[in-house]
């Protein structure tokens, strides 16, 4: 049992530096879902999470500063969302607490729940790229908390932009082929 | 520079552990948000963070599980708000991703940002306890991004009880003395 301020360390599943490592700067939307869906997809197939994975881009020349899947399970901790783990590494990686220089965007396989569009919000990411839509999750029984189109909203008058819908379909297998597995719904 | 899959450590700053080991369980609201709102101060007068705090408690016993402090400026991480580092940390201590058994609440000394809002939703913890309002955060121009009195409707729909200005008083001279001492405005 760790004591109560024992640090947390909190690290990908092995298989994911190799895989990314192995990513061509992507240009466009379609390019980069193709890249983190896969992503979501070996998350399933390995169990080593929930059927989700981001990674954040820079904007312009489309290099990975970092990617993330679903931690939840694996490392029971119920904040360790693909995008929480792809947001902390990036700053991790550039030192900083906002991704504003140069320009970074956050691409997810799944539209995010309401933690994580508050967390896109502090991040300094100004673009965001989903896949699977809120309905998709639902349909599968993640449920995505309190997130209204004024939600979204919130963060465009901000200046992120939000996209949605990319790869779509590709997304949403992934999704079901988790049903479809049995894999476990850790809603709190 | 950490490669991009180089494990995140999460701490708490090395005054926390004895200050949180001196409390005693405290039985009521009152008596836990102060202890939490102490914590507060502390991380204002040590610069350690900005000026929230919050703690999970066992309901019934009142003894701490862990306690969290802000630590957005200290690990450059935008997500480890005071609630993230409780929660995380209190799911370590128990080594598990929900709170449930036995049932917990979070005590903090500001109301919940919309990423903390969704992490207590996810998190098991069965009742939330505030210090200082979102119009107190405001007021030193702290952003608390999209939440909406539905937001709150959300949760308590599944059964989170959310209580609100528990000595909101002293919770919001922190938020005030870190003005005063030009702490950093860190908004993403």
Not at 30 to 56: D, I, K, Q
Not at 79 to 106: D, K, N, S, W, Y
Not at 159 to 188: F, K, P, Q, S
Request: aromatic share 6%; proline share 5%; with cysteine.
């Amino acid at each position: 049992m760790p004591g109560m301020s024992s640090p947390l360390v909190i690290s990908l599943p092995a298989w994911v530096e190799p895989a990314v490592s192995k990513w061509l700067p992507a240009t466009s939307d379609a390019e980069r879902m193709r890249l983190v869906v896969e992503l979501s997809r070996e998350n399933v197939v390995r169990e080593t999470g929930g059927p989700f994975a981001a990674a954040v881009f820079e904007r312009v020349t489309g290099k990975v500063v970092a990617a993330g899947v679903n931690s939840v399970t694996r490392l029971n901790n119920s904040v360790l969302h693909a995008e929480i783990m792809a947001l902390m590494l990036a700053q991790q990686q550039r030192g900083t607490f906002t991704l504003r220089e140069p320009a970074c965007e956050l691409v997810t396989s799944c539209a995010p729940c309401a933690m994580c569009l508050g967390a896109i919000l502090w991040s300094g990411v100004t673009r965001v790229v989903c896949g699977a839509g809120r309905e998709d999750a639902h349909r599968v029984a993640f449920d995505e908390g309190p997130v209204f189109p004024e939600s979204y909203r919130y963060l465009q008058e901000r200046g992120i932009e939000i996209v949605h819908d990319v790869c779509r379909e590709e997304a949403r297998a992934v999704l079901d082929l988790y049903r479809e597995r049995g894999g476990r719904i850790y809603n709190g």
